[in-house]
């Protein structure tokens, strides 16, 4: 599978500035603006998800033609999400770009644009896959809060995100099973080689088991926390 020259990040705005995860301020849901920051967070991980989807469509060539077709649909329902929570982050009275965000997502993408293999280890089956556990509480904080729109934005994410994550296990599968690879030994190597952050629960079984994961990977999940 041919690999494609390095080039920029397409579409990456000057703002909003990035800094490291701990310098991100707290967000309160007691407050208009704390509720205003969590929304923002949000959007900029679905920003970075459109990049993401396009990078592995024009990255690797020579894998079938409808893993371009399943990263094309991503990058479109990404660009979805983003534009509902940009739009109801104007509601609250700010716009992208208004508070910090980092660039953890970007950070696995830009790590993994050797292999094909690894960037469907690590980025839709472990650095998206997080989204899949961490979407309810987070749902939960906004709807407690009165933030009911909010709360039906995430509900659509969940949806979609399944799917994605669906997405990455299945060429994962496909890519392991072309090389002659075990599933769980391989993405158990690939996590250390490539220093992937270690998963911590709850864990949202029910979505990563209708995202494509096995039930043998959730045990090992789970027994590893």
């Known amino acids: ?49 459109i990049n993401l989807a396009l990078d592995a469509v024009w990255r690797f060539g020579g894998m079938p033609a409808a893993y371009y077709t399943d990263w094309l649909q991503v990058a479109r329902e990404e660009a979805y999400h983003f534009s509902l929570l940009d739009a109801h982050l104007g509601t609250l009275g700010y716009r992208y770009g208004d508070f910090s965000g980092h660039d953890s997502l ?10 094909v293999l690894a960037r469907m280890a690590l980025v839709p089956r472990t650095m ?8 309810p509480p987070l749902r939960a904080k906004l709807a407690q809060a009165g933030d009911m729109e909010a709360a039906a934005i995430l509900d659509i994410i969940l949806r979609d995100e399944i799917g994605h994550v669906e997405i990455g296990n299945r060429w994962y599968g496909y890519l392991c099973r072309l090389r ?28 990563r088991r209708q995202a494509g994961f096995t039930e043998a990977e959730l045990r090992a999940l789970t027994q590893a926390t």
């Open 1 to 49: 599978m041919t690999l494609v020259a390095s080039m920029q990040i397409p579409g990456r705005p000057a703002r909003p500035q990035l800094v490291s995860p701990r310098l991100l301020g707290r967000r309160s849901m007691n407050t208009p603006e704390g509720r205003a920051m969590l929304v923002h967070a949000l959007a900029h991980i679905e920003f970075n998800a």
């Open 180 to 207: 002659g690879l075990e599933l769980m030994p391989t993405y158990a190597a690939l996590a250390r080689q490539y220093e992937a952050p270690t998963l911590r629960g709850p864990f949202n079984l029910e979505a």
């Open 128 to 135: 998206e896959a997080r989204g899949l556990d961490a979407n």
């Open 106 to 115: 970007w950070e696995m993408v830009e790590k993994t644009t050797g292999d």
